[in-house]
């Protein structure tokens, strides 16, 4: 089975940058690797995805490992509104040999 | 705007009933997805379905049921199976199973 693990809690401060680990230790040469945020009482927000090379969008950035097996969720500089469970995911496949697994989460908590 | 919708916000359901929650989306996306939610837990997947009339079982599919008969729409149904059903249920969307999700806001259930 899929393994994908991650720290339950972190802490930043303001302003500051946020490394995010995930660890991916069953991940296969085809699985992408996604990162999500939520908010109490709602749905998960996409930040970013990536297979193989690290990758930049407005709101992060994702460093993989080059054997895969972990990657990094960077927030350049941490805002009070960026406090929210972060969730790491792999997906791969298709159809019945689809597979999808979702970390538990990092709380992370951003201090003034 | 484009988007997922979950009804309603909050169901209650008497015990040894089934129940059905609803999940539309205008996104034109092909593959849909039901997660449940625990404290502590993360997201683990029920059902997914990667195109109209065709759908997979995912991690915990015991005690639910799905059908997929239109693109927008993809129901789930909590079955008098299921016997620890309160739980925070999200609906998601993609273009396709390695793409990123879009989630609704969820559906809290609770048994009375």
């Known amino acids: 089975d899929a393994k994908t693990t991650q720290p339950n809690s972190m802490e930043s401060n303001e302003e500051e940058p946020v490394h995010l680990p995930c660890n991916h230790s069953t991940i296969s040469g085809t699985d992408y690797i996604h990162w999500y945020r939520q908010l109490p009482s709602q749905g998960p927000e996409y930040v970013i995805h990536?297979?193989?090379s690290n990758v930049n969008n407005r709101m992060a950035s994702l460093a993989i490992a080059e054997d895969r097996k972990s990657s990094t969720l960077i927030l350049h500089r941490a805002t009070l509104r960026d406090a929210a469970v972060y969730y790491c995911m792999q997906c791969g496949g298709t159809g019945a040999n689809s597979k999808l697994t979702f970390g538990k989460g990092i709380t992370l908590s951003v201090r003034p | 705007d484009g988007g997922i919708t979950q009804s309603p916000k909050y169901l209650f359901r008497k015990e040894g009933q089934n129940v059905t929650l609803s999940c539309e989306q205008n996104l034109n996306h092909d593959a849909m997805y039901w997660y449940r939610q625990d404290p502590g837990q993360g997201l683990r997947l029920i059902y997914y379905?990667?195109?109209?009339?065709?759908?997979q079982k995912g991690d915990i599919a015991e005690g639910y049921s799905v059908s997929r008969e239109k693109k927008e729409s993809f129901p789930l149904t909590v079955t008098s199976a299921q016997k620890n059903p309160t739980a925070f249920y999200l609906c998601?969307?993609?273009?396709?199973?390695?793409?990123?999700?879009?989630f609704g806001d969820g559906t809290r259930l609770s048994i009375l």
């Open positions: 990536g297979l193989t």
């Open positions: 998601a969307s993609s273009r396709g199973g390695t793409q990123p999700q879009h």
């Open positions: 379905s990667q195109i109209v009339n065709d759908f």
